[in-house]
């Protein structure tokens, strides 16, 4: 279910009959035709199991299912929107930034210290996005926000890319990532709490950077 690019902070989705998406509640903006929005209780796609994970894991973005015969315009806050389309690998995103995407991705959580060990946990504490974040995996397309606009970056063998924490968007592909801490490097480079820390993201994949280190 492809996206359509209105502006740099709205987009419109195409809805068909037997297919669902799933939208973060109050990010319509405007539709046509017969379309229904019904509160997700089941946590989108990965069903109870997942819901209770994100739950835990504060992953817990209230979710609308979308479903009908018609278009619909989503955007929020005024944020940038950025659309990701995947290709059967998985998308890392903060699940705050998840404005729509498909119905057919499959939905979980991925505890953040399982890449980078410790240093994996700390970058959740850095960031304040807390140790998890929402996976979304398979063929389809995923909607998402970041202040200021995105800029993707690829990811290859020997060519790793090194990200200001609070820049960071998402992620996708084989890709690792581990924090590492640079004496002067944010006071030189970057700007944000005065934490010296680097993401530092390697594989094969891209990674969403936004023009800002605003949260959401």
């Known amino acids: 279910m492809p996206f359509r690019e209105i502006n ?4 419109e989705a195409t809805v068909v009959p037997g297919q669902k998406m799933f939208s973060q509640r ?3 903006l405007a539709y046509r035709g017969e379309v229904s929005f019904t509160p997700n209780i089941q946590g989108g796609q990965g069903g109870l199991m997942s819901m209770i ?8 973005t209230p979710l609308m299912t979308v479903e009908g015969n018609g278009t619909v315009m989503f955007g929020h806050g005024g944020h940038h929107i950025q659309v ?8 890392y995103v903060e699940a705050d930034r998840l404005l729509a995407f498909d119905g057919t991705l499959q939905q979980g959580t991925m505890f953040m210290g399982a890449q980078g060990g410790v ?22 397309a995923v909607a998402v ?28 592909g084989d890709v690792r990532n581990k924090l590492s ?35 959401l």
Not at 8 to 11: A, G, L, Q
Not at 84 to 91: C, P, R, S
């Open 8 to 11: 740099s902070k709205m987009v």
């Open 26 to 28: 109050g990010a319509m």
């Open 53 to 60: 994970g994100r739950r835990v894991a504060n992953e817990a």
């Open 84 to 91: 990701i389309n995947l290709a059967g690998d998985t998308l």
């Open 119 to 140: 240093m994996g946990m700390v970058r959740g504490q850095v960031t304040g996005q807390g140790l998890f974040t929402t996976t979304l995996k398979g063929h389809g």
């Open 145 to 172: 926000m970041a202040h200021g606009g995105v800029i993707e970056l690829p990811i290859s063998p020997g060519r790793e890319v090194h990200v200001d924490p609070q820049a960071y968007v998402a992620h996708h």
């Open 181 to 215: 801490t640079a004496l002067g490097w944010r006071d030189m480079v970057g700007r944000g709490s005065g934490e010296a820390f680097q993401l530092e993201l390697s594989g094969s994949g891209a990674v969403y950077v936004q023009a800002s280190e605003e949260k």
